[in-house]
């Protein structure tokens, strides 16, 4: 069995404070992972992926993740958030094909 | 980059009615389609993986003859939900996959009165 935990539902922040997001992933089979937005009444978009190689990943917008294969965590960061980065933000884990997505985690950022 | 529309973007029908909502990768082919619902506050579940000429594969638990899937090109997939009823409400969103990425469409907002 395979699932996604996103630890934090919703997470207030500062604006210009950094923020983290946290997410746990379980699986038997090597997996992908990606982070997206989704803003309100909109599709999702994609922040950033791992797929191999460096553990460190940068995406758009400021977003950094790390991929630590022995805590199967892939945590996302940005070192400082803007009001514009209130939004919904989901992990998510490719696995023969499918994405499976966490609980998705509300960013509310406040001046 | 990637671009997939969704038509309509919200749409209001009466219990019994059918609804058709489309997919289109708009700067690419895409063979393979995803449809997803999303509740309020909640996550994607994923309905049903479409492929271009072939029927679409159902997760468990979503009725088939209900959300009749059609992905009759290589940029459209159709979503035709059936005999609507107020439980069917819900946002609906479509993904076209490319290699290892995902594009997701806009949504639509389907309400059910």
């Known amino acids: 069995a395979q699932s996604v935990t996103q630890l934090d539902s919703q997470v207030p922040v500062f604006e210009e404070a950094p923020v983290e997001l946290r997410c746990n992933y379980s699986?038997?089979?090597?997996?992908?992972l990606f982070w997206y937005v989704q803003y309100p009444n909109q599709g999702l978009q994609l922040l950033l992926k791992?797929?191999?190689?460096?553990?460190l990943v940068k995406g758009i917008n400021g977003f950094e993740a790390e991929f630590n294969k022995s805590q199967t965590s892939f945590h996302l960061r940005k070192p400082s958030v803007h009001i514009s980065d209130t939004a919904e933000y989901f992990c998510?884990?490719?696995?023969?094909?499918?994405?499976?997505f966490g609980a998705g985690t509300q960013v509310v950022v406040t001046p | 980059g990637a671009v997939v529309s969704q038509h309509p973007s919200r749409v209001i029908c009466k219990s019994g009615t059918s609804v058709k909502i489309e997919c289109r990768s708009l700067d690419f082919q895409a063979t393979t389609m995803f449809w997803y619902r999303q509740f309020p506050k909640q996550s994607l579940m994923l309905m049903a993986t479409s492929n271009e000429g072939s029927k679409a594969t159902y997760e468990q638990g979503v009725e088939k003859d209900k959300f009749l899937i059609n992905h009759a090109s290589l940029t459209l997939s159709t979503l035709t939900v059936t005999s609507a009823h107020p439980e069917d409400s819900s946002f609906y969103i479509c993904?076209?996959?490319?290699?290892?990425?995902?594009?997701f469409g806009p949504g639509t907002r389907l309400t059910v009165t």
């Open positions: 993904s076209a996959r490319v290699q290892y990425e995902q594009y």
């Open positions: 791992y797929l191999s190689g460096s553990t």
């Open positions: 998510a884990v490719r696995i023969r094909g499918k994405l499976q």
């Open positions: 699986s038997s089979v090597s997996v992908y």
